[in-house]
Structures are given as C-alpha cells and as structure tokens.
C-alpha cells in the first residue's frame, strides 16, 4: 500500500510540472518497487519531462524489454535516443517494436523525422505521408519540426 502512494505523490508532482520531486520521490521506493511497470512509467516521463534525455532512454529501453508488445514504450524510447543525438540508434530502436507500430501515426511521423535527419529524404517522405493519412492533424506539428527541414519542397 505503501508504494501505491509513492507512485500517488510522484504523479502529483508530475501533474504539477515538478518532475524532478516526482523522481526523488520515486527513489523512495524498494529496489523491486522501482522496477514495476508503473514506476517505470512514471519515471519515463518524469526523466522525458526533465530533458534527462540519457536516463530516459535507458528506462524506455527497460520499458521496451519488460513490455515487449507496448508500442508506445519504443516510440518513447526512441524520441529519447534521438534527443541525445543519436538518431541512428532511434530509428534502429523504432524499427524493432510490435507489429502494432504500422497503424500508429506517431510511428511514422517519428521515423520520417529520423530518415529525414539521416539523410533518407524518399523513405523520410513515404512515411510522413502515411503519418498524415493516419492523424491529419500531424501537418500542423510537421510546419514547425526542425527534424523536417531537409522534406521542405520534396514532393
């Protein structure tokens, strides 16, 4: 029950746009506690909240292995792998999820940004164009991405 609070507290402090208490409140947990889906969870964001690009991508990566059929958990992973400049290993990271991925619209427009930053311009195009017949509403985020930059004109 005890940890059950402790997650309470840390969401708090997340909803409170605080995600440095909700990590210190997190490391209060046991050792085992910590690594349970929902604190891992909650620190994911809280790291991805933080811009603690490196630890997030270790902990979305544990996500990925322990949640192996969880989309989300490696498109997280991968956005923190590309923060720390490392987009080659974010796509790789991307490219290795479930069979799921292939209908989600953030899939695609996050691989279409990496390709687009590796220099793939055609393949980076194919997907953001399926990125954008899944969710339209990517467009818009699409017009400001600097990871895009390299797709402005290309038909």
């Known amino acids: 029950m005890e940890a059950l609070g402790t997650l309470r507290a840390a969401l708090g402090w997340l909803e409170l746009g605080l995600p440095e208490e909700a990590l210190t409140e997190l490391t209060t947990l046991s050792a085992r506690e910590r690594m349970r889906r929902h604190a891992l969870e909650l620190r994911l964001l809280a790291e991805m909240e933080a811009q603690r690009w490196n630890a997030a991508a270790d902990t979305g990566r544990l996500l990925c292995m322990k949640e192996p059929k969880e989309a989300r958990f490696f498109i997280h992973a991968a956005y923190c792998l590309h923060e720390t ?9 991307l490219m290795k999820g479930p069979a799921a991925l292939m209908n989600d619209p953030l899939f695609h ?3 279409a940004c990496y390709l687009a930053v590796l220099g793939e311009r055609k393949r980076a195009k194919t997907h953001l ?17 600097t990871d895009l930059e390299a797709l402005r004109g290309v038909e």
Do not use: I
């Open 85 to 93: 400049g490392d987009t080659l290993a974010a796509r790789d990271w």
């Open 129 to 145: 164009d399926r990125a954008f017949e899944l969710d339209e509403s990517l467009k818009e985020t699409a017009q400001a991405d």
């Open 109 to 111: 427009y996050n691989l």
